[in-house]
């Protein structure tokens, strides 16, 4: 069982190897719910070529942000959102934190929603009886830890590569021309609000994961190669998106009102009767291991959270509690919304952009162009310390590229002006990005980076006993 929560991981608990961050990020975001994220093009009018193209752009931008954060695990020995203290400090942080969790939370009731119907295929049983089951199991996984969650996505990556490619191969070579509906595909074409949107989708879909990279990286060994860390997070976590989402828009295009479970059924029951439902269990188990990652980010970003304002002892004992709690709340939501709540996956996933993008362009402009990966670890817990308590650099930064985000939103709900004059294309992502780390930057300029490099000897040797 796992000893840490979010404290920092000695060097001599470094342990793992690199590659294991591509069948890990691979097996997260393998599952139905990001399939459902390529039934958009299609259904607003874009054709196969161009919706494939517009989620293969979408899922390698979002990617991007998302990989160069892994770097930051075996550098800081840290978890990914305390880390933030140092550009929001110890409370200022909590902005970030309560999008990251929504961002958890949300996740898990989606796949809580799609592991149940799947499971009720072959299985007895209503939402209050699986709900509570299947988040009770994730919480199991999420207790034991890191390596736990390492060993079955890694070994789960290998059945999800098997049957999806059958899949794959069965949807390319049976659906076109299989039916009246397939007939449309042939009339869908260009439409720049779709691609727009499509591409949107993508790349928040996979910006969403920056939130959770440094949790899974962070006890290998600090001087684990950059290049290839980052590399194999990038091929894990983008050639899974850029699959499934793909094969989501083949299947938008040739089955009429198209479902992720019905259509991986459907498809899979034309190798033999049985196959695609056993396609659809083997997507449920990927499921409830992703509803495990997402509950132990949420009680590591909940703790931190909550340490910001009351000094806490990071404790296996506290670690259990924090899931427990993130697990009640869960089930707790996810028996309470509506049953159609899955229609409004997309809005959630451009919600996901709006709030993560600023965080992700601060982060990531701070650790590379600011302070180049240097910190005082120490300081990041002491609330006093030379990160303070509300740093005005970072919550500035973050606002501001929020608010210039919001004539640019383009969801269900709320349309904004110049997305309007856009035809509904949602463009706001490169403002939120440009906005938020480059005005980090430029107010970062000023910090005292003498002071900075004395508070880190003082840290290393508290951590390790040894000077930088």
């Not at 697990?327 to 309470?336: N, P, Q, S, T």
Request: with cysteine; glycine share 10%.
């Amino acid at each position: 069982m796992e000893q840490h929560s979010i404290d920092y991981v000695h060097r001599s608990e470094r342990r793992g190897k690199v590659w294991h961050q591509g069948p890990f990020w691979f097996a997260g975001n393998f599952v139905l719910p990001t399939m459902v994220v390529g039934f958009t093009g299609p259904a607003m009018g874009l054709s196969i070529g161009w919706s494939v193209l517009s989620v293969v752009l979408g899922a390698a931008f979002g990617t991007f942000f998302m990989a160069f954060h892994a770097n930051q695990g075996p550098r800081m020995g840290l978890p990914q959102m305390i880390q933030s203290r140092a550009q929001f400090g110890s409370r200022g942080v909590v902005l970030p934190f309560v999008a990251t969790v929504f961002v958890y939370l949300g996740f898990i009731v989606f796949d809580v929603i799609v592991g149940t119907q799947g499971l009720q295929l072959v299985l007895p049983g209503g939402k209050w009886f699986w709900y509570p089951v299947l988040i009770a199991v994730s919480i199991v996984i999420a207790v034991v830890g890191h390596d736990l969650l390492h060993f079955v996505q890694r070994w789960l990556t290998y059945a999800l590569v098997v049957v999806f490619a059958i899949i794959t191969v069965l949807a390319l070579t049976t659906l076109p021309g299989s039916s009246e509906y397939a007939e449309m595909a042939h009339t869908a074409g260009w439409n720049w609000t779709a691609f727009l949107v499509q591409f949107s989708l993508a790349a928040g879909y996979n910006i969403s994961y920056a939130v959770y990279v440094s949790d899974y990286s962070r006890y290998l060994p600090e001087d684990a190669s950059a290049p290839k860390l980052i590399s194999w997070t990038y091929a894990g976590a983008a050639l899974s998106a850029t699959w499934l989402m793909s094969l989501g828009a083949i299947l938008g295009t040739y089955i009429e009102g198209a479902d992720a479970i019905g259509a991986v059924r459907e498809v899979g029951d034309r190798l033999f009767p049985g196959f695609g439902t056993i396609a659809v269990l083997i997507s449920c188990v990927a499921l409830i291991t992703v509803m495990g990652v997402n509950a132990y980010g949420a009680m590591l970003t909940t703790i931190s959270g909550v340490d910001g304002f009351k000094s806490i002892k990071p404790t296996v004992r506290l670690r259990i509690i924090g899931l427990s709690f993130v697990g009640l709340v869960a089930v707790a939501i996810a028996l309470a919304i509506p049953d159609n709540y899955l229609s409004s996956f997309n809005s959630f996933v451009l919600l996901m952009l709006y709030f993560l993008i600023p965080w992700t362009a601060v982060n990531l402009a701070d650790f590379y162009f600011v302070r180049h990966g240097k910190y005082a670890i120490t300081e990041i817990f002491n609330p006093d310390g030379i990160y303070g308590r509300w740093s005005w650099r970072g919550i500035v930064a973050y606002i501001a590229g929020f608010v210039v985000m919001i004539p640019f939103f383009s969801t269900s709900f709320y349309t904004g002006p110049i997305a309007q004059a856009l035809g509904g294309a949602d463009v706001s992502f490169a403002l939120g990005l440009l906005v938020s780390g480059g005005l980090y930057w430029v107010l970062a300029r000023n910090i005292d980076h003498v002071a900075e490099a004395k508070a880190r000897v003082r840290s290393q040797l508290e951590l390790e006993g040894t000077p930088e």
